[in-house]
Nanobody
């Protein structure tokens, strides 16, 4: 069983930054994707980004949705069992509940169905 707890959400102004953290406990598998998704009111949950282990001594591979590419950065600290999402140049359309997710096997990193474990979500609001 894996437990995921997000933190770091809040209110930011357009153009501002926030850093989300996700603390994982239990049995996690660094070999499978970990990702961030978001869900805005009245919309479906959508892929934000994912990070995938690429091998010993090789940097992780990261993937991003086109809407956040160049603005958001995923990283992780395996020693701390933590996943991060640095969000820069925030826009009002980034307003959503953000979820951390851990996969339980291989599968398309951009599909929510690939991920078996989810955090409770943290609200991000971008507004002036």
């Amino acid at each position: 069983q894996v437990q995921l707890v997000e933190s770091g959400g809040g209110l930011a102004q357009p153009g501002g930054s926030l850093r989300l953290s996700c603390a994982a406990s239990g049995r996690t598998y660094i070999y499978y994707p970990m990702g961030w998704f978001r869900q805005a009111p009245g919309k479906e949950r959508e892929f934000v980004g994912a990070i995938i282990w690429s091998g010993v001594g090789t940097p992780d591979t990261t993937y991003y949705a086109d809407s956040v590419k160049g603005r958001f950065t995923i990283s992780r600290d395996n020693a701390k069992n933590s996943l991060y999402l640095q969000m820069n140049t925030l826009r009002p359309e980034d307003t959503a509940v953000y979820y951390c997710a851990a996969a339980v096997g291989s599968g398309p990193y951009y599909r929510a169905g690939t991920y078996g474990y989810w955090g409770q979500g943290t609200q991000v609001t971008v507004s002036s």
